[in-house]
């Protein structure tokens, strides 16, 4: 069983940056699949990024790709994900999962373990 809290969100201006960051209980974080989906009103939950549990494999969004970077701390049971030069478009919660079995790193479906999200506004 895995509980994730998400952190790190705000109001930025376009352009800007922002650091979101997902604690982990769980002594089996360290072999978890981690992501980031995120979803805007009125729209479906998309993918955003993901991590293998060694942190040596990443995938990204092509909307995101090249403006953020996720990352992960296996000592402190912690994932990260760095966002820069943010878009309104990128105006969305941000929600962290996980699970210890993953494929298909990009599925929503893939994940068993779910924090409860994180708001994230980029202004004009």
């Known amino acids: 069983q895995v509980q994730l809290v998400e952190s790190g969100g705000g109001l930025v201006q376009a352009g800007g940056s922002l650091s979101l960051s997902c604690a982990a209980s769980g002594r089996t974080f360290g072999s978890y699949a981690m992501a980031w989906f995120r979803q805007a009103p009125g729209k479906e939950r998309e993918f955003v990024a993901a991590?293998?549990?060694?942190?040596?494999?990443?995938y990204y969004a092509d909307s995101v790709k090249g403006r953020f970077t996720i990352s992960r701390d296996n000592a402190k049971n912690r994932v990260h994900l760095e966002m820069n030069n943010l878009k309104p478009e990128d105006t969305a919660v941000y929600y962290c999962?996980?699970?210890?079995?993953?494929?298909?790193?990009?599925?929503?479906?893939?994940?068993?373990?779910w924090g409860q999200g994180t708001q994230v506004t980029v202004s004009e």
């Open positions: 991590i293998s549990w060694s942190g040596g494999t990443t």
């Open positions: 999962a996980a699970d210890g079995s993953v494929r298909h790193p990009r599925a929503e479906w893939e994940y068993d373990y």
